[in-house]
């Protein structure tokens, strides 16, 4: 089975432009994370889906930031406008309650805004 | 800021040798899970312990959740290096929302 897939893997941009991260989640589950990991921050939850529904957004850092799941198998992460601060690797994750609802990590998208 | 305090943030160790990671919570754990990274990679899922005192092992990895689910230990046995990574303890504290740990840097020395 396929994990958890994410593009782009890599994504260079100057500040002030337009970047869309994607993710497809693991066939089945409802569950759907978007997190950044930095060295001073460490790992951070963004955003939390369930049925493609948005539950807390409290960790989307501000309005730059913007994340929809329009379906079950697709979400997207944008920052617009980019800035240099937003470099980082953003994580997708996805899980299925099943009792232990543990999340599975994406490859993720290594991030660098010149 | 971190909820979950991992010791050592980093150690070396001799192929062969064993080692172990700490992961302290002031707070009860609901879930504990165990994560490996290796540079530029994502997360890789290791073990999940929910009850105290529970113990589980993969391979020559075992994870332990303490009585009172406030701690819980990543042992290795017998290193070899592709036991090389970042080892990071993420924790169950609200509904969904899992806090990791900052993660402890393991190289295993040839």
């Known amino acids: 089975d396929a994990g958890v897939i994410q593009s782009p893997r890599h994504e260079v941009t100057e500040m002030g432009q337009e970047v869309t991260l994607r993710c497809k989640p693991i066939s089945g589950h409802n569950s759907l994370f978007w997190y950044r990991q930095t060295m001073m921050r460490g790992l951070e939850l963004l955003i939390y889906f369930n049925n493609n529904v948005p539950i807390d957004d409290s960790g989307m850092p501000e309005d730059r930031f913007s994340a929809k799941m329009p379906n079950a198998s697709f979400s997207t992460l944008k920052i617009q406008p980019s800035e240099p601060r937003d470099s980082a690797v953003y994580f997708c994750?996805?899980?299925?309650?099943?009792?232990?609802?543990?999340?599975?990590f994406g490859p993720g998208t290594r991030l660098l805004v010149l | 800021s971190q909820e979950l305090e991992q010791s050592p943030q980093s150690l070396i160790v001799q192929e062969g040798k064993n080692l172990t990671i700490n992961c302290t919570s002031s707070?009860?754990?609901?879930?504990l899970y165990w994560y490996k990274q290796k540079y530029g990679e994502g997360l890789i899922f290791l073990m999940m312990?929910?009850?105290?005192?529970e113990e589980k092992s993969h391979e020559k990895i075992t994870a332990k959740l303490d009585e009172k689910k406030q701690q819980s230990s990543l042992h290795i046995t017998a290193s070899q290096p592709s036991h090389a990574g970042i080892y990071l303890c993420g924790a169950d504290l609200d509904d969904y929302k899992l806090s990791f740990g900052a993660g402890t840097t393991v190289t295993v020395r040839a």
């Open positions: 707070k009860t754990l609901y879930g």
């Open positions: 312990l929910q009850k105290g005192g």
């Open positions: 994750a996805s899980s299925f309650p099943s009792g232990s609802e543990t999340q599975y």
